[in-house]
């Protein structure tokens, strides 16, 4: 089995710098709150999918909520097309695979069924028109599949999805999933995570939570 490197590409969960649109909703001590859940979540299932090596591709220092077995790099500097492809041009031969912090409901059979026999990359859709994860057999050519694509728009999804099959890549949907961004979508996600999820505890915490 060719087991790939598993990326989780996030920021350090600090009032005021990640999930700034959970406001005024939530306090951005709160917001942050629910980041570092939704970030705990994930990365406890990354690891438990099969990997070669698992990675923290980190804006900012890790912190209390980063398990075992992880290994801990900058995110470069640039915009998030150029993170994304460097990101993945740092990995080893082999393929890979990068998920964001904000997908809390993601469980480990999702990611456990991805197989490289006859494919070459993995897309996973966002329900607000970005992407949730991106596996490509080769990762050394990220930086032509993945600069340039225009971040942050109900179009990136289809603009990246567009860019890889143009360079003749056979590829695979992985469902689609829905990003934690406002207070609607934490309440939406919330519902859907598994038991224990760090992130439906610490959101059945915060005022006007459904309990």
């Known amino acids: 089995m060719n087991l790939p490197t598993l990326l989780v590409i996030a920021k350090e969960p600090l009032p005021g710098r990640v999930k700034t649109r959970l406001t005024p909703a939530w306090t951005p001590r709160q917001a942050a709150a629910l980041a570092e859940a939704a970030l705990a979540d994930t990365l ?3 690891a438990r999918v099969p990997a070669a090596r698992r990675v923290l591709v980190l804006d900012g220092s890790p912190g209390p909520w980063l398990p075992a077995g992880f290994d801990v790099v900058p995110q470069t500097s640039g915009t998030l097309d150029e993170r994304i492809a460097a990101a993945f041009t740092g990995c080893p031969p082999g393929p ?30 966002a329900a607000d028109g970005g992407f949730w994860a991106l596996g490509l057999r080769t990762p050394a050519g990220a930086d032509h599949l993945v600069r340039g694509v225009p971040m942050s728009t109900p179009r990136t999804g289809s603009a990246q999805r567009r860019r890889l099959v143009d360079a003749g890549l056979a590829v695979r949907d992985l469902p ?11 309440h939406l996600v919330g519902a859907l995570c598994p038991a224990g999820s760090f992130f439906a505890t610490a959101l059945r915490a915060l005022p006007g939570a459904v309990r």
């Open 44 to 46: 406890r299932t990354i």
């Open 96 to 125: 890979a695979v990068l998920v964001g912090m904000d997908t809390p409901q993601l469980t480990p059979e999702l990611l456990t069924g991805i197989t490289w026999d006859d494919t070459d990359a993995w897309f996973g859709p």
């Open 176 to 186: 689609v999933l829905r990003d934690v961004d406002t207070a609607e979508d934490a």
